[in-house]
């Protein structure tokens, strides 16, 4: 007899651990706003089809199926859903459940095992079916901290530079430490999360600075047309209350 599946309200459980936290002070939940929707109309709010400027908040969920998407966080970080991606906004860390998303700036992700914290940078997160997930950083730095039940899980942070990727096991468990050669860059710079945007991400000078350290012959690929629509600029977040903040 084959073992019986969780029901929908315990399979939701992880991902209202990740959101809650544990008890402490309120933090401001994220918001995003959708910028760009490419390759047709498939980018939803929980499940509801989303349009360009439309605004999703914390604990809605940013599911992409044929079409790709950008989204500008509250703090001015800039995401990017490869298609067939899901992205949930929390308190002071998004979840990627699955699929590859691009982020660009000073936000800080979260997969099911891991926590990202980030201090302005451009890194890709990608989680697959069997719930592994890949961290490759661009350029910058992510210090990456193993989770147990939403919370973390006491072992010693890893820092991944510039040029590095990370494979976990989907209980946060390190497969594999790889550096990404100048292959993996074109790849990346060639492939759907940076080719026919129109905005640019608010990292690309230190994203091209750094290439053009290791790598002469890449750069960023140009918008359609060849011109760089200005960023929005979100207003300022609100200071965080007085207080050691939550994890989540």
């Known amino acids: 007899m084959g073992r019986l599946s969780p029901t929908p309200h315990l399979r939701c459980l992880p991902i209202v651990m990740l959101l809650l936290g544990s008890p402490g002070p309120v933090l401001a939940a994220e918001t995003a706003v959708v910028q760009e929707i490419l390759d047709g109309k498939e980018l939803f709010i929980d499940q509801q089809q989303a349009k360009v400027q439309q605004k999703a908040r914390a604990p809605q969920q940013l599911t992409t199926r044929n079409s790709r998407g950008q989204i500008l ?6 995401g990017r859903l490869n298609t067939f991606s899901q992205l949930r906004l929390g308190s002071s860390c998004f979840l990627v459940d699955k699929g590859q998303v691009l982020i660009s700036g000073n936000q800080n992700g979260c997969t099911r095992s891991a926590r990202l ?3 302005g940078t451009n890194y890709l997160i990608e989680v697959n079916e069997a719930g592994e997930s890949d961290i490759s950083v661009l350029e910058g730095r992510v210090e990456v901290e193993r989770l147990e039940d939403g919370q973390p899980g006491g072992s010693r942070p890893s820092i991944l530079e510039a040029g590095q990727r990370l494979r976990l096991s989907p209980r946060g468990l390190v497969l594999a430490l790889l550096k990404l050669d100048a292959g993996d860059y074109d790849r990346l710079l060639n492939g759907p999360l940076f080719r026919g945007y129109r905005l640019p991400i608010p990292g690309s000078g230190a994203l091209e600075a750094h290439l053009k350290r290791r790598f002469p012959g890449l750069s960023l690929p140009l918008p359609p047309g060849g011109s760089v ?17 939550r994890f989540f």
């Not at 929005?232 to 200071?239: F, G, L, R, V």
């Open 117 to 119: 914290s980030v201090r």
């Open 229 to 245: 629509l200005p960023l929005p600029q979100p207003p300022s977040p609100p200071a965080p209350p007085f207080g050691l903040p």
């Open 73 to 78: 966080f509250n703090g001015g970080a800039v």
